[in-house]
């Protein structure tokens, strides 16, 4: 059941950014190593533009269906919320 919500855009939309925003710190990582550069560049203003980007989405999923249907909006919030902690996680235990 929860699936069917996994399939609308604003459900499935902010895993997708999460694990974009997910995918450039690996990437940056493997490229560049774990050291902090001076100036921010175009991939931590693309993770920041991401991970901000999809709260809007979040917060439309959540007003559109924890009122009518909250038993199946519910796993999809956490599992969004799981995504976006994903993707926050090597940021913050590298300290960056």
């Known amino acids: 059941m929860t699936d069917t919500l996994l399939k609308r ?4 939309v902010p895993l997708a950014m999460s694990l974009a925003a997910l ?3 690996l990437a940056y990582i493997a490229l560049f ?3 902090p ?3 921010e560049g175009a991939a931590a203003h693309t993770w920041q533009l991401l991970m901000a980007g999809q709260l809007p989405v979040i ?3 959540a007003f559109r269906w924890l009122p009518t249907e909250p038993k199946r909006a519910l796993p999809v919030l956490a599992l969004q ?3 976006a902690v ?3 996680l ?3 235990f590298l300290g960056w």
Do not use: R
Not at 9 to 12: A, D, I
């Open 81 to 83: 919320l799981v995504a």
């Open 37 to 39: 550069q001076e100036d």
């Open 9 to 12: 855009p604003s459900g499935y």
């Open 23 to 25: 995918a450039i710190v």
């Open 59 to 61: 917060a439309y999923f």
């Open 86 to 88: 994903a993707a926050v």
């Open 33 to 35: 190593g774990i050291e």
């Open 90 to 92: 090597p940021i913050w």
